[in-house]
């Protein structure tokens, strides 16, 4: 009676795990049997050892199920069995094991994953693939925004290069190419722009200070760092802040105003790309002609909108708010730009009149800048480059124990005060590195006069 209820309840389970497997198949879900060997079985239980008879807690977990370390695996049905289950409990090598069924999952970086699954590493998708009887992970190869590689690149270069990298973890997952268009979006201005003759002052250059800090020359009228966003708009947010200061510098402090990146984005349509990118001089064409209005007006989205406003417009059909004490009737407007032509040049025009707009060219390495004194790296491939457009705030030197002191210019990014140095960065004086003293801009704002 005993045996009979024995072979009933063995027919039944049998039964049972045919409809499982059978299931299983149905749902796509894989038969871990057929998985590689691994720590299962040998994560639980001492060497050449495993449970007596079936029960739950000698299972190990696999694939969303469980997998069996117990005597009942010593028979032909192997299905349910850890894939090392013979090596570990038997002793035995893996290949002289029960006949393994054909691979279904796909091990990838100490993980098992289904056919079909997707996973992201970085800025890539992978997806396991049991096709033809062979698993393998398919990756896409997109460069990344932040690669590892060249992190490790940079901060074992450190003391040549003089800076040091880190994850910024905005950027991790998205690719290079986004990096390249949303993160920059600064053209190449034309010929005739390039062409401009720099404006030349008479001043003493040996006179010029070693260092120089707008925010603590100007206290309390110099623009803080923004974060443009996936909005490739450099070209408005340098021309805005660089406008900002100079206003609260020629003013006196009579108005201090945060002015509209984003009613410069909009409405400034005519040969400009928005979010992918624009002009400069196109840039502070619209500003000289039409006027922006402030920040708290036309507040930033980070996305090319409907323009709000018709480009000729009064102060008081705005309806925004004036500063205090103003009674300015035409939107903020500026003078036309003018170029500056070498390293003393801008650093005397920063110091007389305020901060300056500069262009430079864009190497990966930027992305990971964390602090110290950037320079390109030449060991980090930069097949792929793009322009951008910042204000230069200051200057100074740094004194190393070997060596003559290095120059740097002080940078207001637009990328948020989470990268860099506060959202600042520091770059090489004086040799035109990433081609930053090439072409540098400035203006002076039509202020009321009190």
Same mark, same amino acid.
């Given at each position: ?13 049998? /039964?049972?795990?045919?409809?499982? =497997? ?40 696999? #694939?969303?199920? =469980? ?18 289950? &013979? ?31 997707? %996973? ?10 049991? $096709? ?8 896409? !190869? ?5 690669? +590892?590689?060249?992190?490790?690149? @940079? ?16 950027? &991790? ?34 006179? =010029? ?14 623009? *803080? ?6 909005? /490739? ?6 021309? #805005? ?14 108005? @201090?105003?945060? $002015?509209?990146?984003?009613? $410069? ?18 840039? &502070? ?32 059909? !705005? ?5 205090? *004490? ?29 901060? @300056? ?27 792929? !480059? ?6 230069? #705030? ?10 003559? +002191? ?9 990328? /948020? ?9 520091? %770059? =090489? ?6 081609? %930053?003293?090439?072409?540098? $801009? ?9």
């Amino acid at each position: 009676m005993t045996r009979s209820r024995n072979d009933f309840r063995l027919t039944m389970f049998i /039964g049972a795990f045919v409809l499982t =497997l059978f299931f299983s198949y149905a749902q796509g879900i894989p038969d871990f049997s057929g998985l590689p060997p691994g720590p299962y079985c040998g994560a639980q239980y001492p060497a050449l050892r495993c449970c007596d008879g079936r029960r739950d807690v000698c299972s190990a977990p696999i #694939v969303g199920t =469980l997998c069996y370390c117990d005597d009942f695996c010593d028979r032909n049905q192997t299905a349910d069995c850890c894939p090392d289950y &013979w090596s570990h409990c038997k002793g035995k090598p893996v290949d002289v094991g029960p006949p393994q069924l054909i691979q279904v999952g796909c091990l990838f970086e100490g993980k098992f994953y289904a056919h079909g699954q997707s %996973i992201k590493q970085n800025c890539n998708k992978c997806k396991c693939s049991t $096709l033809e009887k062979k698993a393998e992970m398919l990756c896409e !190869t997109n460069p990344c925004l932040v690669e +590892p590689d060249i992190i490790d690149t @940079v901060n074992f270069e450190n003391d040549r290069l003089g800076w040091r990298a880190e994850n910024h973890s905005e950027f &991790w997952g998205r690719t290079l190419a986004d990096g390249m268009q949303l993160r920059l979006g600064t053209k190449n201005p034309s010929q005739y722009v390039t062409k401009m003759i720099p404006v030349r002052t008479v001043y003493d250059p040996t006179k =010029l200070p070693k260092s120089f800090d707008s925010a603590e020359e100007w206290k309390g009228k110099i623009a *803080g760092v923004r974060d443009q966003g996936w909005c /490739g708009a450099s070209w408005a947010l340098s021309t #805005v802040d660089v406008a900002s200061d100079r206003y609260g510098i020629i003013s006196k402090g009579r108005e @201090v105003v945060e $002015l509209s990146a984003q009613h $410069l984005l909009s409405c400034n349509d005519r040969g400009q790309q928005g979010c992918s990118g624009g002009y400069l001089d196109k840039a &502070w064409l619209f500003v000289r002609k039409f006027g922006l209005v402030d920040e708290d007006c036309y507040p930033w989205t980070g996305a090319k909108e409907q323009c709000r406003f018709p480009k000729r417009i009064t102060f008081d059909q !705005t309806r925004c708010r004036r500063p205090a *004490g103003s009674t300015r009737k035409e939107l903020y407007k500026v003078t036309p730009s003018y170029r500056l032509g070498n390293e003393t040049d801008i650093m005397h025009e920063i110091r007389m009149s305020g901060p @300056v707009q500069a262009t430079i060219k864009v190497y990966p390495d930027l992305f990971v800048y964390k602090s110290g004194i950037y320079r390109h790296s030449p060991r980090v491939e930069s097949s792929r !480059t793009g322009y951008h457009s910042v204000r230069i #705030v200051g200057w100074g030197e740094e004194i190393l124990s070997y060596g003559p +002191p290095v120059k740097y210019w002080v940078v207001a990014n637009s990328w /948020g005060k989470d990268w860099g140095e506060n959202g600042f960065f520091r %770059i =090489l004086r004086g040799s035109n590195e990433c081609e %930053i003293e090439t072409f540098v $801009l400035a203006v002076w704002p039509k202020a009321i006069t009190y």
